[in-house]
C-alpha cells in the first residue's frame, strides 16, 4: 500500500522476472528471478495486472482461461474441470463463449484472475483488483483470497482500498519513494493516523469512528465492521452508557 509512484506495481514485477533487479536478488522458493525466464516464473507466480486489457486477447472468455492451461500442456479433462471451476467461483460462466472485450471492465478483471487461477500458481499477485467491482464481488473476492491463503498460497495484493484490506486483516508493507516505511499486521498499520497520513491513505471508517468513541471507553484500533458489530452489541447488551 502507499501513494500513487510509491514503487508497488514495481516491486511486484520482480517478483515474476518481469523486471530483472539492477543489484541485490529477488528469490523465488530459492530460484534466482535474474537466471530464469518470465515463462518459467510462471510457473509458480500467477500476475493479475491493474489494467486487464494489457493480458486479454482470446476471443471468448473460455478460451482466454484455458490458454495458459493448454500451453502448459495440461490434458483436456483437468483443462475442462479448472476452466469451470474458476468460471463458477467468480461469477463468468454465463459469459463463457463472449468475448472479454464486451464486458465491463470489472467483468474483464474478473476474466484476467479466473485466466490466472486457472493454472493454480502458488504465488497470486492482484494489482489493485478491487477497481471497477461492487461490494458483492469484492465480498466474494474477499474471501476466495482468504481461501487461496489457508490452502498454503501466498496472495500478494497492491491497492488503495482500505476498506478492502480491512477486512482481510493481513500484513501490510507501506511504500513512499520506492522505499519501505512501515511492515506488520493490519490492526497496527491502519490504526496509526502518522503512517497512514504520510502513505497518502485515510484511515478505515470504522476506525475514525471508534477513534472518536474511546472516551466513551470503546478501544480505538478497531478496523473491521463485524468486531464493530460485535463490540457495539456488547455494550447495548449491557446497557447504555450515558
Keep these: 500500500?502507499?501513494?500513487?509512484?510509491?514503487g508497488k506495481t514495481t516491486l511486484v514485477k520482480h517478483f515474476n522476472g518481469l523486471l530483472k533487479p539492477s543489484k541485490g536478488r529477488v528469490l523465488i522458493d530459492g530460484?534466482?528471478?535474474r537466471h530464469v525466464?518470465?515463462?518459467t516464473l510462471a510457473r509458480k507466480v500467477g500476475f493479475v495486472f491493474q489494467n486487464p486489457d494489457h493480458q486479454l486477447f482470446s476471443e471468448t472468455v473460455e478460451d482466454e482461461v484455458s490458454?495458459?492451461?493448454?500451453?502448459?500442456?495440461?490434458?483436456?479433462?483437468?483443462?475442462?474441470?479448472?476452466?469451470?471451476?474458476?468460471?463458477?467461483?467468480?461469477d463468468l460462466t454465463h459469459y463463457r463463449k463472449s468475448s472479454p472485450f464486451m464486458l465491463s471492465g470489472g467483468e474483464r478483471k474478473r476474466v484476467a484472475l479466473a485466466s490466472v487461477l486457472s493454472w493454480d500458481p502458488k504465488i497470486l499477485i492482484l494489482d489493485e483488483p478491487t477497481i471497477g467491482q461492487d461490494s458483492y464481488q469484492k465480498e466474494r473476492l474477499r474471501q476466495f483470497i482468504m481461501q487461496l491463503n489457508?490452502?498454503?498460497k501466498t496472495v500478494i495484493i497492491v491497492t488503495h482500498d482500505v476498506e478492502f484490506v480491512t477486512e482481510c486483516e493481513p500484513r501490510i508493507i507501506l511504500m513512499k519513494n520506492g522505499r519501505i516505511?512501515?511492515?506488520g499486521d493490519a490492526r497496527e498499520i491502519l490504526t496509526d493516523p502518522n503512517l497512514v497520513s504520510e502513505a497518502?491513505?485515510?484511515?478505515?471508517?470504522?476506525?475514525?469512528?471508534?477513534?472518536?468513541?474511546?472516551?466513551?471507553g470503546f478501544p480505538r484500533n478497531v478496523i473491521g465492521v463485524y468486531e464493530a458489530k460485535r463490540l457495539i452489541l456488547e455494550r447495548l447488551s449491557g446497557g447504555f452508557m450515558r
Design 37 to 39: 525466464s518470465v515463462a
Design 1 to 6: 500500500m502507499g501513494q500513487n509512484g510509491a
Design 200 to 216: 497518502s491513505l485515510v484511515l478505515p471508517e470504522i476506525t475514525q469512528v471508534f477513534m472518536r468513541l474511546n472516551d466513551y
Design 181 to 183: 516505511i512501515a511492515d
Design 150 to 152: 489457508q490452502q498454503g
Design 31 to 33: 530460484i534466482d528471478t
Design 67 to 90: 490458454f495458459a492451461l493448454k500451453n502448459f500442456g495440461f490434458d483436456e479433462k483437468t483443462i475442462s474441470e479448472r476452466v469451470e471451476k474458476v468460471l463458477n467461483i467468480l
